[in-house]
């Protein structure tokens, strides 16, 4: 079975769970809390817990003395603890990317980053939220970074859709104008 396939059976198990109580984003935030934690690339408690080199019950242990300092919920808690037992703790980023994605179809809800030259305020990112929430006719959850090479202006994604209204590509453009007459 493909890494995806395991990762999208794990998501819709917990998501199936998740429903049923009416914590479908309480467990999503909790499983990005973990993953935040032991997920990172590199990093000494997520190779203590996917590594075969350790068993099962050294790899159990480090898991029991991390959950609590965690607050996570107990059906999350036990969800971890069975994908260590079935050796699927790396996994656990395919899993948490694939609940996100169901409970955001579930919420009628999109990801979007906005890429931007400066940091922006409170009033902007709401506007360009609510831009497009209206876009989408769907929920935006608004992920904003900087990117000084933009020079102004900003870059959206929303999914597969870009929409590139940086001052970059618009100089880009001109530029592609000027040098080749027949594209004006």
Do not use: W
């Not at 959206?156 to 880009?172: K, M, N």
């Amino acid at each position: 079975m493909t890494e995806g396939s395991v990762s999208r059976r794990y998501a819709k198990a917990l998501l199936q769970i998740a429903q049923e109580v009416h914590a479908v984003d309480r467990y999503g935030n909790d499983l990005e809390k973990f993953l935040d934690v032991a997920g990172l690339e590199n990093n000494l408690l997520a190779n203590a817990l996917a590594n075969p080199v350790f068993t099962t019950p050294e790899r159990k242990l480090v898991l029991e003395r991390v959950l609590p300092g965690l607050n996570l919920d107990s059906t999350v808690c036990n969800f971890l603890r069975l994908l260590l037992d079935k050796n699927r703790m790396d996994a656990l980023e395919g899993v948490v990317r694939e609940y996100r994605a169901f409970a955001d179809v579930e919420a009628n809800r999109v990801r979007a980053t906005v890429t931007t030259s400066a940091p922006l305020d409170a009033v902007s990112r709401g506007q360009v939220q609510r831009a497009l929430e209206v876009s989408t006719g769907k929920s935006v959850v608004l992920d904003a970074r900087v990117d000084p090479s933009l020079l102004g202006g900003m870059v959206a994604q929303v999914g597969s859709r870009v929409f590139d209204a940086s001052l970059r590509s618009r100089l880009e453009r001109l530029a592609l104008t000027l040098t080749d007459p027949a594209r004006a």
